[in-house]
């Protein structure tokens, strides 16, 4: 039950995907346009689980070769998210107690992810499930920025409906 459930939670992150997120903007346009490109790949993660999650249904496991893509995909995804931590000429630190908060979301859900995903992974039985929990500690941190960032700023269906993956993608991480 809870993997068909995390099955209909990747598909509304695929369908956010293409929904306007915020300013009539999707995900897709901002990785066309190439300007918010960072921002929108981590949103691509939806579909990767999607297809994961059902070959987990249909075979029980994922194969090594499968394993070895989704978790290249998960430290990928978590690359291209920080890459906008590398200081560039022009670019500082933030200036406002808002930009701030926008910072260090991403951090903190990050490492708040890690942490679940090293206890899940001394758990024997959660050994099937490491592939899908990497996707989530991948997903969540872009996810919660994006969501803080937009929500206040014109927000469209997209940011709503990733904030149901956000909450199910979560849980299922924590438990």
Known sequence: MKARLLIVASLLG???FFLP???DTSPLQAIQDGGLWRLAVPFLI????MV???LQIQHGNLTTGQRRAVFGWAIATLLVT??????TSGAGFPSSVGEWIGYLIPLAVAILGALFFVRHRRKDESAGRLPMLALRVAYLPNACMCIYAFLTNSPNIGVYLSIVTTLL???DLVT
């Open 14 to 16: 695929v369908v956010t």
């Open 52 to 54: 994961a999650g059902g």
């Open 21 to 23: 997120y915020a300013s």
């Open 169 to 171: 993608y979560g849980f």
């Open 82 to 87: 920080f890459s906008g931590y590398i200081p």
């Open 46 to 49: 939806p579909f990767v689980a």
